[in-house]
């Protein structure tokens, strides 16, 4: 049976992404709204995956986390968590060297930390999906940017997909699904494809589509046909120019026969 549930994405600035939008939604609680309307984000500022367990962390986000799915209908509702891709850019390396641990250490705490809050989601009734830490985009190093960051891209990168590994290893036991486009966007050299990106950390929404036919057909949800076609006139238009996006015929026949109407994006 197809659904029309609700997917609440909360986490990180990366939320932003299943907005649609190539820019960085508000910060709770004010709710991102998503072009696909049984989207909505909360963006609970930028929190750790490590930290996120902790109930009295300076950023607070196990609190604005249970604040918000207090609120939620467990039965309608599918939790879309994004954490992690601070830790891997920002942390994870620096801590490694700080504390002269092995890394696979450092990382593994920091799994073992998040897995213990996806449990507790689980355990309130809820379909939990688990959105990957994706790689930075290049030339963090070469400007001055507003980002923090350790170490380089290749050392970034390979410890972002042994985090995404690692939740994948563990997505069976702990009953949690995972999504993530980390292999679509890195080169065999751990360089990133920025093509996919709108800044030097954020994806932009060329692969939207694709991640949310991933979770439609796992989940059996319904989105509305006539605002996935509005999402993809609406990415064609955003990266026009660029070369990065292209609709295919048959979905500029959709949309005439819908008659949409660009401006609604707007």
């Known amino acids: 049976m197809v659904s029309r549930k609700v997917i609440h994405c909360i986490g990180d600035s990366h939320t932003s992404f299943f907005t649609g939008d190539n820019k960085i939604q508000p910060e709770y609680p004010t709710i991102g709204y998503s072009v696909i309307s049984n989207i909505l984000t909360y963006r609970i500022g930028a929190p750790l995956a ?3 367990c ?18 939620i209908d467990s039965k309608n509702s599918i939790l879309l968590l994004s954490f992690g891709e601070i830790d891997c850019r920002a942390h994870l390396l620096k801590q490694a060297a700080l504390q002269n ?20 989601l689980r355990s309130m009734g809820f379909i939990v999906c ?11 190093e070469n400007v001055s940017y507003e ?3 350790f170490g380089n891209f290749v050392e970034r990168n390979k410890i972002t997909a042994k985090f995404n590994n690692k939740l994948i290893e563990n997505q069976v036991k702990y009953d949690f699904q995972f999504y993530g486009v980390f292999e679509k ?27 949310l036919k991933q979770i439609r ?3 059996k949800i319904r989105f509305s046909l006539n605002e996935l076609l509005l999402l993809k006139m609406k990415i064609f238009l955003d990266n026009k120019g660029s070369g990065k996006y292209k609709l295919s015929d048959r979905i500029l026949r959709g949309l005439l026969k819908f008659g949409l109407k660009v401006n609604k994006l707007f």
């Not at 902790?54 to 609120?71: D, P, R």
């Not at 890195?186 to 692969?207: C, G, Q, R, V």
Request: glycine fraction near 2%; aromatic fraction near 12%.
């Open 54 to 71: 902790e109930k009295n962390s300076n950023s607070k986000s196990n609190q604005k986390l249970f604040e918000i799915v207090e609120k």
């Open 217 to 219: 057909l796992r989940n």
């Open 185 to 211: 966007i890195i080169a065999p050299d751990w360089s990133t494809n920025e093509k996919y990106y709108f800044d030097k950390i954020h994806l932009n929404n060329i692969m939207l589509p694709e991640v």
């Open 50 to 52: 490590y930290n996120l």
């Open 101 to 120: 641990k092995e890394l696979d250490i450092i990382l593994n705490e920091c799994i073992e930390r998040y897995i213990k809050v996806i449990h507790q």
């Open 130 to 140: 688990v959105w990957n830490a994706i790689p930075t985009a290049m030339g963090l």
């Open 147 to 149: 980002y923090p960051y």
